[in-house]
């Protein structure tokens, strides 16, 4: 079993940023065999894929309204991943969430949610204009 624990949510002024960690734990885990995502929901959407990472941190990918302002990275030393945001926006507020994905996934599915297997509580942005 895997635990994630997200943190560095809170409320911030637009054009402000935030830096959200993904903290993974459990008795036989290891994040480096497992790509990383972050997601959000925001009240009454769904949930939309953010960004994703691969298991040794080479290769990104972002959804298109993040490029430019979001940055995912990880290290795997410590089991966490990173999401850096910037030039945050009002439309950004959400509860934002990191989930594992298995290596065998490819390419093609790292803004699949269903392809995601565990997932942390969430954190809070909140941000106001």
């Known amino acids: 079993q895997v635990q994630l624990v997200e943190s560095g949510g809170g409320l911030v002024q637009a054009g402000g940023s935030l830096r959200l960690s993904c903290a993974a734990s459990?008795?036989?885990?290891?994040?480096?065999?497992?790509?990383m995502g972050w997601f959000r929901q925001a009240p009454g959407k769904e949930r939309e894929f953010i960004a994703a990472v691969t298991w040794s941190g080479g290769i990104t990918y972002y959804a298109e309204y993040t490029k430019g302002r979001f940055t995912i990275s990880r290290d795997n030393a410590k089991n966490t991943v990173y999401l850096q945001m910037n030039s945050l926006r009002p439309e950004d507020t959400a509860v934002y969430y990191c989930?594992?994905?298995?290596?065998?996934?490819?390419?093609?599915?790292?803004?699949?949610?269903?392809?995601?297997?565990?997932w942390g509580q969430g954190t809070q942005v909140t941000v106001s204009s």
């Open positions: 459990g008795r036989t885990f290891t994040l480096r065999y497992y790509s």
């Open positions: 989930a594992t994905q298995p290596t065998y996934y490819s390419d093609s599915k790292r803004a699949d949610s269903s392809t995601y297997e565990s």
